[in-house]
């Protein structure tokens, strides 16, 4: 169900599967890793299992596959009249009273799957081409993608590389749009995002990384569930525009201070024409404690302004042509402490362990950990 994790899970349960393939060595192994997401209150509640496997084909060709099924569930805030008996999923609901007229919580349960796979391809001059699918399917929504990208070293010490990515993404949402009849309508859209950046080795012990990237939404962008007010009496969908083009770019740096310890920071700057504009920080820091265990600790600090069509107000909207509640349009900040444990058990068993406190401006409260174990062969 959209519902759930458009709107409040933003990035969390999406990058369940970077989090895992972005961590891809060059050993043989499989992965099997844990992942759980409670916000405070009556919220989103995630559970999700997911397994890994990288397997090397000679030193020319790796492959990554991994799969995430997930189980979502819990309540969210949504406009609806609820003395009137109007329907919390409205079309066009008129309000008999707007005192009657709250943000109510809408129960949901939802099953998701979501499959990805990677071949990399190494060239005689140990240049690199990915090419990437990946699927993910619930009973509202399935998304399509493909990936690929090409590394190319830019100096004979392999010291500069020159990285180029490019992605598509079909999706299908499932439109409940007649809340009287249930009717339901398949909508689609699509994603298209390009990525091109620089990677140069300082010295021995430092790097540094710049990208600027450029990305193309378009079709039907609305929240199918999400609800608005015009007039101060009609209870009715959402409407955000047909595109979204953004831009942005990413610096990173990354410094081993000893041999035992390393850190990694990154900035992001976001920019799109729904004039929502965003800065992240992300601060990961690793601590080798022994030869067994690397304890790991961090902070994420993400700050955004709102979408031009933005407004939580029951009495704002009348006849704009864009506008929408949805609470991730919003002005609002977050910030999210991080801390983990690898324990190496030998030299093909090792264990990562993962706690981290999300904390948004806008009063969403949430937890997650990851558990997992790694089995080289």
């Known amino acids: 169900m959209q519902l759930n994790h458009k709107i409040k899970l933003s990035a969390v349960t999406i990058s369940i599967l970077y989090t895992i393939t972005a961590t891809a060595s060059s050993d043989d192994?499989?992965?099997?890793?844990?992942?759980?997401?409670?916000?405070?209150?009556?919220?989103?509640?995630?559970q999700a299992p997911a397994v890994e496997v990288n397997k090397n084909f000679?030193?020319?060709?790796?492959?990554?596959?991994?799969?995430?099924?997930?189980t979502v569930s819990g309540a969210t805030k949504i406009y609806a009249d609820t003395t009137s008996g109007a329907s919390a999923f409205a079309s066009r609901d008129v309000i008999s009273n707007i005192n009657n007229l709250n943000k109510t919580d809408v129960k949901f349960e939802e099953r998701r799957t979501a499959i990805n796979a990677n071949l990399i391809q190494r060239l005689k001059n140990r240049d690199e081409i990915k090419y990437g699918v990946n699927f993910s399917y619930e009973s509202d929504y399935q998304a399509i993608g493909l990936n690929t990208g090409f590394m190319h070293w830019l100096d004979k010490n392999k010291n500069r590389s020159l990285n180029i990515g490019l992605s598509y993404a079909f999706n299908t949402i499932l439109n409940r749009h007649d809340s009287v009849s249930g009717a339901s309508k398949a909508e689609t859209s699509s994603d298209i995002g390009t990525e091109i950046g620089i990677t140069q080795l300082i010295d021995k012990n430092s790097l540094?990384?710049?990208s600027v990237f450029y990305d193309i939404e378009s079709g039907y962008l609305n929240n199918p569930y999400y609800t608005i007010v015009r007039n101060s009496n009609t209870l009715t969908n959402e409407e955000r525009p047909d595109k979204r083009v953004a831009i942005g770019f990413n610096i990173g740096y990354t410094k081993a201070f000893s041999k035992s310890f390393t850190s990694k920071l990154k900035y992001k700057y976001y920019s799109d024409d729904w004039d929502i504009k965003s800065h992240t920080i992300d601060i990961n820091n690793y601590y080798e404690l022994n030869s067994k265990f690397i304890l790991g600790f961090g902070y994420r600090y993400y700050t955004q302004s709102q979408a031009s069509f933005y407004n939580e107000s029951k009495t704002y909207f009348t006849n704009e042509q864009y506008a929408s509640s949805d609470e991730r349009l919003s002005t609002f900040t977050s910030s999210t402490l991080k801390t983990s444990l690898d324990y190496k058990y030998n030299k093909k068993i090792s264990y990562n362990i993962s706690f981290n406190k999300y904390t948004q401006s806008t009063g969403l409260d949430a937890m997650y950990s990851n558990i997992g174990m790694k089995y080289k062969f």
């Open 208 to 210: 540094i990384s710049a």
């Open 29 to 46: 192994y499989v992965r099997i890793n844990y992942m759980n997401y409670t916000e405070s209150g009556n919220g989103v509640q995630v």
């Open 58 to 70: 000679g030193v020319d060709y790796t492959l990554n596959a991994s799969i995430v099924s997930d």
